[in-house]
């Protein structure tokens, strides 16, 4: 099974290159490559095929639920937002985006056009009722209309750190048990240890803990 090339450190010489298109048939049996990977990293919520080092314009988005973007084009966008976004293409960075709340895009597997939506939408609801299911369906729509668009940029030669700005370390408030290992940073250097032994740095505060974000 191929993995992700992490452009900190290795070379990929296809993940700033337009990609070329394939049919509806091959393009699904990358998309079922690139979900099996994507499952093994545990951390994603996207996946180019570049990514991976291959040249074929496929990618999946898994928020909601399983999607495969084969061939996909843009047919409008609107309503800027301002994201904060992730890559597994290059580990523990984050960048500043500017994207969309709407999305309608082509995908080539499919007659009709998709249209992906952030926008806070009435779900019929007395206002009575939990409000906190509206407001993580919201978040979960708008973050799945930016991974379809991050993923789309991928299969264009282009990354979020292309169009992103302060690069920064993306933080994590997630408790940890003594022996779990933790990424800590300083700013300038990074260090991988056991919780406890992290800690004390940490309290120091001149360390923080970081990790992963939304990372496509």
Not at 161 to 176: L, T, V
């Amino acid at each position: 099974m191929k993995k992700v090339i992490n452009c900190n450190k290795d070379h990929n010489p296809v993940i700033s290159k337009k990609l070329k298109k394939v049919s509806v048939e091959e393009g699904l049996k990358i998309a079922t490559e690139l979900f099996n990977i994507l499952n093994k990293e545990k951390s994603g919520i996207g996946l180019a095929a570049n990514q991976v080092g291959l040249d074929a314009q496929v990618a999946v988005v898994n928020v909601r639920e399983p999607l495969i973007l084969i061939n996909p084009t843009v047919v409008e966008q609107w309503d800027e937002v301002d994201f904060h976004e992730g890559c597994l293409s290059f580990p523990k960075r984050g960048v500043n985006t500017k994207r969309y709340k709407n999305i309608i895009i082509h995908t080539e597997q499919e007659e009709g056009n998709w249209y992906f939506s952030g926008v806070e939408m009435d779900s019929g609801k007395g206002s009575w009722e939990d409000t906190k299911s509206k407001k993580e369906d919201t978040e979960l729509r708008l973050l799945e209309a930016v991974c379809v668009q991050h993923e789309i940029d991928h299969l264009n030669g282009i990354t979020c750190i292309d169009i992103g700005h302060k690069s920064e370390p993306i933080k994590s408030d997630k408790r940890y048990s003594r022996n779990e290992k933790v990424d800590i940073t300083d700013g300038k250097e990074l260090k991988t240890m056991k919780w406890k032994k992290a800690l004390p740095l940490i309290k120091s505060g001149k360390w923080e803990v970081y990790v992963g974000g939304p990372i496509t």
